[in-house]
């Protein structure tokens, strides 16, 4: 695919999704205000609208297929018309002597009829060399325009997606460090926390009916409580908040991080840095993203 062609694509991308995204804000601002879960799924529609090809361009698309039986409609008729054309043809050239001035008079009617069209088919002639040359002009400002937007979206694509790389790696190395338990006897406490509120969790889970096995790890960093892990979600607990608690007051804690494994909070959270890195240009795509967090 050329660039021209890309920038093409990219250009109904976004005035496609900024279409889904007013529509979307018009349901939930007069039909879905009073309904959050409602309000968060249709946001999400315009994420995933992102994640999509956009539908006119798409070769199986209905629009697509609608523009193919348009042309198939037109073929037809230029064939009805050239048959038609030649069994008039044929019909005068059948014509017996007696009605020669008939046939000068249709000849006549017809030659008059043929420098009309000639002159209509000159004009329209016209009319499409003034389209070929602007069509011209426009692919080649798309041309120039996208040796310069194309680089430039691509380069934004990859400084966002690389930040994101160094945020996840310095989360998780903050995660993953027990400065404070490097003597055994804090090692083994830390183990035994763990395993009691792991116990919990599972607890919890069942309550919460939720099937998927949850793991939970004590950490030693002012991080969460909170979620992590697409394949196997994985409850962080600060060990500021676990270590002399009652089960009364982490259960809860607890069921709050488990819900958001329920909802699949992970999945929708992965969308929306999907989306926002590939449109991260078009404001209607920040816009649905921060809707989600907030609903």
Do not use: C
């Amino acid at each position: 695919m050329s660039n021209p062609e890309f920038l093409n694509l990219l250009f109904v991308q976004t005035w496609q999704v900024a279409i889904v995204a007013i529509a979307v804000g018009a349901v939930t601002r007069y039909l879905a205000r009073s309904q959050p879960q409602l309000s968060h799924l249709l946001w999400g529609l315009v994420l995933l609208k992102v994640l999509t090809p956009p539908l006119w361009s798409s070769p199986t698309s209905v629009f697509a297929w609608l523009a193919r039986g348009e042309n198939v409609v037109l073929q037809s008729l230029q064939t009805a018309s050239q048959t038609n054309l030649g069994d008039d043809r044929g019909r005068v050239s059948s014509l017996t002597l007696s009605q020669q001035p008939a046939i000068r008079l249709e000849l006549q009617l017809a030659a008059s009829s043929t420098a009309t069209r000639r002159t209509a088919e000159a004009a329209s002639l016209t009319e499409t060399q003034l389209e070929v040359s602007s069509t011209r002009e426009i692919d080649s400002l798309s041309r120039r325009l996208s040796k310069f937007l194309v680089p430039f979206w691509l380069t934004g694509v990859g400084v966002i997606a690389m930040l994101g790389l160094l945020r996840i790696g310095s989360f998780w190395r903050r995660a993953t460090r027990r400065t404070s338990y490097n003597m055994p006897d804090k090692l083994s406490e830390l183990a035994r926390l763990e395993q009691r509120m792991q116990a919990m969790v599972h607890q919890t889970a069942r309550k919460l009916r939720i099937r998927r096995k949850i793991r939970l790890r004590i950490i030693d960093a002012p991080i969460g409580p909170a979620v992590i892990g697409l394949m196997r979600p994985t409850i962080l607990m600060p060990a500021g908040i676990a270590e002399n608690r009652s089960p009364e007051f982490l259960e809860p804690i607890l069921a709050h991080e488990l819900i958001h494994i329920r909802r699949g909070d992970l999945y929708w959270s992965a969308l929306q840095s999907l989306a926002t890195n590939l449109l991260w240009i078009h404001p209607p795509v920040r816009y649905a993203s921060r809707k989600i967090s907030i609903e």
